[in-house]
């Protein structure tokens, strides 16, 4: 298994200010989300840069407009080849939105035949992410909503899940056995990893009302082996950088804790 933090959690932060704060808690890499920092050309270079502080083992398609990015369409591929061009093994991108009117969007995904041939080349594995109900429309209102649609259209496609613990809590539906419905489909190579609770996604574990540590037991039990990316809301966190590192170490030595992960960490605090 990989233990990820998602750059997004401190997007409040300099990029590289997180990167460090990554690496020295011990996580494997980061996932960065494509904001306008990858704006233009320099997409890349920027990228490389932050490479060079810690790996980047995942990208998050961009779910806002960005400059030279294009439509949903362009930016999917778009994430893909820079994935590619980096060295960074897995992309996820969000389902389209009918209340946006993502339409040609979601009519082009269900012309794809093969994901992993098409967008990743083979080279990048390619993930949709399960999303939330939203408490001010009462409704999920995005594409694939059902479990067995969802599972069925990744089958059909050849593409991989990453699977949002928060968003699938939203749902208010049997988590756990959610959860395996998921994994049993055999497409599970990511998973983000926060609370829900009070119509709020992102929460540190144990501020919502999640069984967050079965999940994790669970995770050991069934040998999952892939991604698990600690996304969490900025506003979680403390607001001085010693008190965001220290909790960042916290939740790492929980994660281990409770998924009895061991890889050696590299970070200045591996004692």
């Known amino acids: 298994m990989k233990l990820i933090l998602s750059a997004g959690s401190l997007y409040t932060l300099p990029s590289t200010q997180v990167f460090e704060m990554a690496r020295v808690a011990g996580f494997d890499g980061l996932e960065v989300i494509i904001n306008h920092d990858f704006s233009g050309s320099q997409a890349l270079d920027h990228l490389q840069e ?4 810690h790996p980047v083992l995942s990208l998050h398609a961009p779910f806002f407009e960005i400059d030279g990015w294009g439509n949903k369409i362009d930016q999917l591929k778009r994430c893909a080849e820079l994935a590619l061009n980096a060295g960074v093994p897995l992309i996820n991108f969000h389902p389209p939105n009918w209340l946006h009117f993502e339409f040609k969007f979601w009519r082009w995904l269900k012309r794809i035949k093969d994901f992993q041939a098409e967008i990743g080349q083979n080279g990048v594995l390619i993930t949709i992410e399960n999303m939330p109900c939203l408490p001010q429309f009462k409704m999920n209102p995005y594409m694939l909503t059902k479990i067995e649609n969802m599972v069925r259209f990744m089958e059909e496609r050849n593409l991989y ?3 949002d613990t928060a968003h699938c809590g939203s749902m208010h539906t049997d988590f756990l056995g959610d ?3 998921f994994y049993d489909s055999g497409r599970m190579r990511n998973i983000h990893f926060s609370d829900y609770g009070n119509g709020q996604e992102h929460l540190f574990p144990g501020h919502g009302g999640l069984p ?3 999940f994790l037991n669970h995770l050991r039990e069934t040998d999952y082996d892939q991604a698990l990316v600690l996304e969490l809301a900025p506003h979680e966190f403390p607001k001085e950088p010693e ?3 220290e909790t960042l170490g916290e939740l790492y030595k ?3 804790q409770e998924t009895r992960y061991s890889a050696p960490r590299t970070g200045d605090l591996a004692s």
């Open 243 to 245: 008190l965001i590192q």
């Open 212 to 214: 967050l540590t079965r």
């Open 254 to 256: 929980y994660i281990c």
């Open 161 to 163: 899940l990453t699977f």
């Open 179 to 181: 959860f395996h419905q």
């Open 50 to 53: 932050l490479q060079k502080i």
